[in-house]
């Protein structure tokens, strides 16, 4: 059975990411540049393999500058040395709800294991074949060498540990 190969669709995808701040509120990022692409056995997006995801750290977007050349700092990314996050599954089935994989953040990989919603897939207007996928999980952030911690007077920790992510992806056949 021949391989087809997809990518993502940027404009029609988003990486986002929340964290609690001081414990009573959440803050949402996103990644404004990324890329990625899976291959299925056959031209059906259902036996999906060699799904390979990666994000510019430099492109992180808080809504606040200050924050985000803070989280671009030695304190938490490091964009200047570690340029990419990055995501890579060896196979999943669009019938299972899970993803199992290896995120890379800062050099260090660790497994995990993300929850998968499928949307289905649909010929566009422009005729092309799209598959859409919400992926959702949470990660430590101190796995991956992100251990920059603070306590206020009152000792409520600054930013918890735990990042939920959220990416909605849209992939296209390619032909």
Known sequence: MATTKWSIDPTHSEVTFKVKHLMISTVTGRFKVFEGNAETEGEEFKSVK??????????????????????????????????????????F?????????????????????????????VVDPYGQTKAGLTVSGKISRKDFGLTWDAVTEAGSVVVSDQVKLNVEVQFVKQA
Do not use: C
Request: net charge negative.
């Open 50 to 91: 060699n799904v390979q995801f990666k994000a510019d750290v430099q492109s992180i977007d808080t809504n606040n500058a200050q924050r985000d050349e803070h989280l671009r700092s030695a304190d938490f990314f490091a964009a200047g040395e570690h340029a990419e996050m990055s995501f890579k599954a060896e196979s």
């Open 93 to 121: 089935d669009v019938s299972d709800d899970k993803m199992h994989g290896q995120l890379t953040i800062r050099n260090t990989t660790k497994p995990v294991t993300l929850d998968v919603d499928f949307g289905g897939v």
